[in-house]
T-cell receptor
Framework: DVKVTQSSRYLVKRTGEKVFLECVQDMDHENMFWYRQDPGLGLRLIYFSYDVKMKEKGDIPEGYSVSREKKERFSLILESASTNQTSMYLC?????????????FGDGTRLSIL | AQKITQTQPGMFVQEKEAVTLDCTYDTSDQSYGLFWYKQPSSGEMIFLIYQGSYDEQNATEGRYSLNFQKARKSANLVISASQLGDSAMYFCAIPQAGTALIFGKGTTLSVSS
C-alpha cells in the first residue's frame, strides 16, 4: 500500500515564524501535491510538483513556497506565518500519466498560527 | 476550467439504508475521470471509487457505486446498506491540468442507529 507520511498531526506556531511542513511518500511517485482545507471551502491546491526540483503554483500559492530536493519528499514552507494560514494541510502523491490514477493522501497537519 | 458542485452540505440516514450523495461537474475535456474520497473525523482522505468518462459501465466498489450520467454531467455516489462507520465527509473531485484535482466543498454524512 502507498504510504504518505506528514511530519506532524498537530502544530502550533506564532505569527511571523517560518514554518516547515514535511511530506514523504514511499511509492516512488513523480507527482506530489499540497492542499489546504478550510470549512465550507473544501480542498484548495497550493503547489504541486511533477518531478524533483520542479514546482508549479496551484490556486492559492500566496504566502507559501515549496521544496522538492528528493523524489520522495515535498516540503511546504510558510515564509512568515500569519493567522489566516491556520488550517488543515494535506499532502498527496500520485503516479504520472493517465488521469485515472488516484491521489494518495497523508493524515493531514492541523496547523494553528497564534 | 473544471468545476465540481456538491449541493448537499449534510445528509442524514439510518443504518442499513441506502444514500445518494450528489455531484455535478463542468469540464471542457473530452476524456476525464471522476473521483470520490471519504474523510472521517480523524482527517485522512481515503480514495473510494473512480469513474472514467468513457467507461461503459458505472463503477462499483463493494457497497459504493456511481450513478454516472454523462449527458447531465453528474456522478452521484450511492452507498448501499449504510453503516455507522460511513459517517464522514465525502468529496467528489475531477482532474485539472491532467493531474491535480479540483474538489467540491463536500457533503457530511451522518449515519444513526
Amino acid at each position: 500500500d502507498v504510504k504518505v507520511t506528514q511530519s506532524s498531526r498537530y502544530l502550533v506556531k506564532r505569527t511571523g515564524e517560518k514554518v516547515f511542513l514535511e511530506c514523504v511518500q514511499d511509492m516512488d511517485h513523480e507527482n506530489m501535491f499540497w492542499y489546504r482545507q478550510d470549512p465550507g471551502l473544501g480542498l484548495r491546491l497550493i503547489y504541486f510538483s511533477y518531478d524533483v526540483k520542479m514546482k508549479e503554483k496551484g490556486d492559492i500559492p500566496e504566502g507559501y513556497s515549496v521544496s522538492r530536493e528528493k523524489k520522495e519528499r515535498f516540503s511546504l514552507i510558510l515564509e512568515s506565518a500569519s493567522t489566516n494560514q491556520t488550517s488543515m494541510y494535506l499532502c498527496a502523491s500520485s503516479s504520472p500519466g493517465r488521469t485515472n490514477q488516484p491521489q494518495h493522501f497523508g493524515d493531514g497537519t492541523r496547523l494553528s498560527i497564534l | 476550467a473544471q468545476k465540481i458542485t456538491q449541493t448537499q452540505p449534510g445528509m442524514f440516514v439510518q443504518e442499513k439504508e441506502a444514500v445518494t450523495l450528489d455531484c455535478t461537474y463542468d469540464t471542457s475535456d473530452q476524456s476525464y475521470g471522476l473521483f470520490w474520497y471519504k474523510q472521517p473525523s480523524s482527517g485522512e482522505m481515503i480514495f473510494l471509487i473512480y469513474q472514467g468518462s468513457y467507461d461503459e459501465q458505472n463503477a462499483t466498489e463493494g457497497r459504493y457505486s456511481l450513478n454516472f450520467q454523462k449527458a447531465r454531467k453528474s456522478a452521484n455516489l450511492v452507498i448501499s446498506a449504510s453503516q455507522l462507520g460511513d459517517s464522514a465527509m465525502y468529496f467528489c473531485a475531477i482532474p485539472q491540468a491532467g493531474t491535480a484535482l479540483i474538489f467540491g466543498k463536500g457533503t457530511t454524512l451522518s449515519v444513526s442507529s
